[in-house]
């Protein structure tokens, strides 16, 4: 039994850490109060815990990265670089500023020449950075169910096993998945959060996911 390290109390980490726990992997919720996941812990059953972020990521073989973007580098500090030394790290991050959409439209503290999964990559430089998850809403995350079949969840990064690795887990949760090369194709992919969201907020459509078609 692999064991995962959540890292976020918001609605995405328990959505991850409950598909997760469905599949039979062990789940450690990492959080600055554990206090405050008590409910989920007592009703998560045998192989659910929580801990701190450091201690969640000391802990596990994979980690994921679910919480706010504005907070991912100081969450990677509190684990501590060491710790992530060599781990997979699942980044389900989205660079959102601090500021209202304009007309549906997210705004991004970040450039396209620089995304937030290259700056935590720089900031923990050995740990193996995949993207995923952050081009959709949680709601579809585990086992969407659409016309068409799977949908196609894009994912980069710097190595290659451990992109194979994550390919394999969003099978098991119902997606078919679709390589963008390196850390650099973050800079494609996490503007897809902008996409994905101006048809939830200008119309109130929530249940869609994107698809590539052809190779």
Request: hydrophobic share 45%; proline share 5%.
């Amino acid at each position: 039994m692999k064991t995962v390290a959540v890292l976020g109390s918001g609605q995405v980490g328990q959505v991850l850490a409950d598909g997760f726990l469905l599949h039979g992997y062990a789940v450690i919720r990492g959080t600055r109060e554990p206090a405050k996941l008590d409910a989920w812990r007592a009703t998560a059953g045998a192989n659910a815990s929580v801990d701190t972020f450091g201690g969640a990521a000391r802990a596990a073989e994979i980690v994921v990265l679910a919480v706010k973007g504005s907070a991912a580098g100081e969450v990677l500090d509190l684990c501590g670089a060491d710790t992530l030394d060599g781990k997979i790290v699942i980044d389900a991050t989205n660079p959102i500023a601090d500021a209202p959409p304009e007309n549906g439209v997210l705004r991004f503290f970040t450039t396209l020449d620089d995304s937030l999964m290259e700056r935590l990559q720089r900031q923990v430089p050995k740990a193996r950075f995949v993207k995923a998850f952050n081009q959709v809403g949680n709601a579809m995350m585990i086992h969407p169910k659409l016309e068409g079949g799977p949908p196609t969840m894009f994912i980069c990064g710097d190595d290659a096993d451990a992109k194979h690795l994550v390919s394999g887990i969003l099978k098991e949760f119902g997606w078919e998945s679709a390589d963008m090369a390196g850390v650099e194709g973050a800079r494609a992919i996490e503007p897809l959060c902008i996409l994905w969201l101006i048809p939830a907020f200008t119309r109130n459509q929530w249940g869609h996911a994107f698809k590539l078609l052809g190779g």
